[in-house]
């Protein structure tokens, strides 16, 4: 298994390895911009020290067979992927097809993401994504859409979401050298 090594931030090191590959999987137009502000804010936030390159795939394309396996070859060769869905839904069936044939294959990535609207902790969907990060033997983040500072409603909701583990913490604090060498990708 080839490793990918990045720079620690705020070291001198300028020399970067390689790039680091994002695989985007996303539901419509919504869900769609959802995970291209995240990879900007990554990028924003971390493309000085390595630079990045993406991949998007939208769930109906999936349903293809020959564009199905393209998109999982891509996501084998991805160190990032990110699964962008509405809420309250299970994941459609090309989808979990794309995901499983991805696992069949030798993979180099080190997390998977999922990015989702407002909706509970434990969803379907972020418990079949946890399932699939755990069966690939990597780290698995997800953020809900419930972020502090968010509507009173959802404040005990918040306190709960940064409590778990698993959290899309990276995302608050991807500045810090500690969160990002969490990934595994630094190493």
């Known amino acids: 298994?080839?490793?990918?090594r990045l720079p620690v931030l705020g070291s001198s090191e300028t020399e970067v390895n390689s790039t680091l590959n994002v695989a985007i999987a996303?539901?419509?137009?919504?869900?769609?911009?959802?995970a291209m502000k995240t990879y900007e804010y990554m990028v924003q936030q971390l493309g000085d020290?390595?630079?990045f390159s993406s991949q998007m795939w939208k769930f109906d394309v999936l349903a293809l067979p020959k564009l199905k396996?393209?998109?999982a070859k891509e996501a084998a060769a991805a160190e990032l992927i990110m699964v962008s869905a509405h809420e309250g839904k299970q994941l459609p069936a090309q989808v979990k097809a794309w995901l499983e044939l991805w696992l069949s294959y030798k993979t180099q990535a080190t997390a998977l993401v999922g990015l989702f609207g407002n909706e509970s902790i434990n969803s379907p969907v972020r418990t079949y994504l946890a399932d699939v990060a755990r069966?690939?033997?990597i780290e698995f983040f997800?953020?809900?859409g419930i972020w502090p500072g968010s509507t009173d409603k959802h404040n005990s909701a918040t306190r709960e979401w940064e409590q778990d583990h698993q959290s899309f913490a990276f995302?608050?604090?991807a500045q810090e050298p500690s969160a990002v060498s969490h990934w595994g990708i630094n190493e």
């Open 26 to 34: 996303y539901e419509d137009l919504e869900t769609g911009k959802r």
């Open 142 to 144: 997800c953020q809900p």
């Open 135 to 137: 069966r690939a033997k």
């Open 69 to 71: 396996e393209m998109a």
């Open 49 to 51: 020290h390595c630079p």
């Open 1 to 4: 298994m080839q490793t990918r």
């Open 171 to 173: 995302l608050n604090g």
